[in-house]
């Protein structure tokens, strides 16, 4: 976007990040809310704009689907900006941390890949999940925490920031302390976190050690629910709702996680088979307005 002629006048994309900055919460779309619709990564993204969000997490096997299949980094990056969207994250999941070398050394190459066509996009993070790690118990907090350095080495070289996510179910990602705990043992200052409301419980985080956490280095908040009748043993991703509809104490997270520095991107992130089978616009515009609705207040 080109300077407007007068001085008085911000370029949009300037003017767009004060409004953001400005703002308590920016509200996402995680395509795993429509993945189940199959819709293909440029129907994913008309479908967020439809709805109102001018934010969006997409999933790297899409993206990958939609480039083997023809499609081009400025064709997406043109319909980015025609919609009016943000990528604000790509969700992947890359065997980084895993004791295997090749099969770290190979899931480095293929982020590296992936990294430059992010960028190429606009996208400015990447979800640095422990895939391969759900059983293992093997492999110590400070050897993950070196491993993850790498992973920033390489993601930051691109101007991407690699988000740690927390697993609920998983052995050493489980708890907000142990991700945290990783992040800082990297030693780099770039070093960010991804929580999940559904993950908060499902690894069994205590919510007043949340206040622990400087809210800077975690930057988005994945919105989701869950019934009362589910316990933590039994609960899975499939059983995610929309916030507000379960007994999640949401309006408690986002206040002890909402910065002052900077809006906390909320995303909506379910797996809800009886959502896929409903219309996905309909699905998106549901997810928007329930997040608006459980922000009231905080």
């Given at each position: 976007?080109?300077?407007?002629?007068?001085?008085?006048?911000?370029?949009?994309?300037?003017?767009?990040?004060?409004?953001?900055?400005?703002?308590?919460?920016?509200?996402?779309?995680?395509?795993?809310?429509?993945?189940?619709?199959?819709?293909?990564?440029?129907?994913?993204?008309?479908?967020?704009?439809?709805?109102?969000?001018?934010?969006?997490?997409?999933?790297?096997?899409?993206?990958?689907?939609?480039?083997?299949?023809?499609?081009?980094?400025?064709?997406?990056?043109?319909?980015?900006?025609?919609?009016?969207?943000?990528?604000?994250?790509?969700?992947?999941?890359?065997?980084?941390?895993?004791?295997?070398?090749?099969?770290?050394?190979?899931?480095?190459?293929?982020?590296?890949?992936?990294?430059?066509?992010?960028?190429?996009?606009?996208?400015?993070?990447?979800?640095?999940?422990?895939?391969?790690?759900?059983?293992?118990?093997?492999?110590?907090?400070?050897?993950?925490?070196?491993?993850?350095?790498?992973?920033?080495?390489?993601?930051?070289?691109?101007?991407?920031?690699?988000?740690?996510?927390?697993?609920?179910?998983?052995?050493?990602?489980?708890?907000?302390?142990?991700?945290?705990?990783?992040?800082?043992?990297?030693?780099?200052?770039?070093?960010?976190?991804?929580?999940?409301?559904?993950?908060?419980?499902?690894?069994?985080?205590?919510?007043?050690?949340?206040?622990?956490?400087?809210?800077?280095?975690?930057?988005?908040l994945h919105m989701n629910d869950y019934p009362a009748?589910?316990?933590?043993?039994?609960?899975?991703?499939?059983?995610?709702?929309?916030?507000?509809?379960?007994?999640?104490?949401?309006?408690?997270?986002?206040?002890?996680?909402?910065?002052?520095?900077?809006?906390?991107?909320?995303?909506?992130?379910?797996?809800?088979?009886?959502?896929?089978?409903?219309?996905?616009?309909?699905?998106?515009?549901?997810?928007?307005?329930?997040?608006?609705?459980?922000?009231?207040?905080?």
């Amino acid at each position: 976007m080109g300077i407007s002629a007068s001085a008085a006048v911000l370029p949009k994309t300037a003017s767009s990040e004060i409004r953001k900055a400005s703002l308590p919460f920016i509200f996402s779309l995680n395509m795993a809310t429509i993945r189940g619709h199959k819709l293909g990564f440029i129907k994913e993204l008309e479908v967020a704009a439809n709805a109102g969000y001018h934010s969006v997490e997409i999933w790297i096997d899409s993206f990958n689907a939609y480039l083997a299949g023809g499609g081009t980094l400025r064709e997406a990056r043109t319909r980015l900006s025609d919609l009016g969207l943000q990528v604000e994250n790509c969700i992947s999941f890359h065997q980084w941390v895993v004791d295997n070398e090749a099969i770290r050394t190979s899931a480095l190459e293929q982020m590296k890949k992936e990294l430059d066509q992010l960028a190429a996009i606009g996208c400015k993070r990447i979800a640095a999940t422990g895939m391969g790690l759900t059983d293992d118990t093997t492999i110590n907090l400070d050897t993950i925490a070196e491993r993850y350095r790498t992973v920033l080495d390489l993601c930051l070289s691109h101007h991407v920031i690699p988000l740690l996510e927390m697993w609920g179910f998983q052995k050493q990602f489980s708890t907000v302390s142990e991700v945290v705990y990783c992040a800082m043992q990297s030693g780099n200052a770039k070093a960010s976190i991804l929580l999940d409301v559904f993950h908060l419980y499902k690894g069994n985080t205590p919510l007043e050690t949340l206040s622990f956490i400087n809210p800077q280095i975690n930057p988005i908040l994945h919105m989701n629910d869950y019934p009362a009748k589910l316990s933590r043993a039994v609960i899975t991703d499939a059983d995610r709702i929309y916030p507000g509809d379960g007994v999640a104490p949401i309006k408690r997270i986002l206040k002890i996680l909402k910065g002052h520095d900077q809006p906390l991107i909320l995303s909506a992130e379910l797996f809800n088979a009886e959502y896929y089978q409903q219309d996905a616009l309909t699905v998106a515009k549901t997810a928007l307005a329930k997040m608006k609705a459980v922000v009231e207040g905080v």
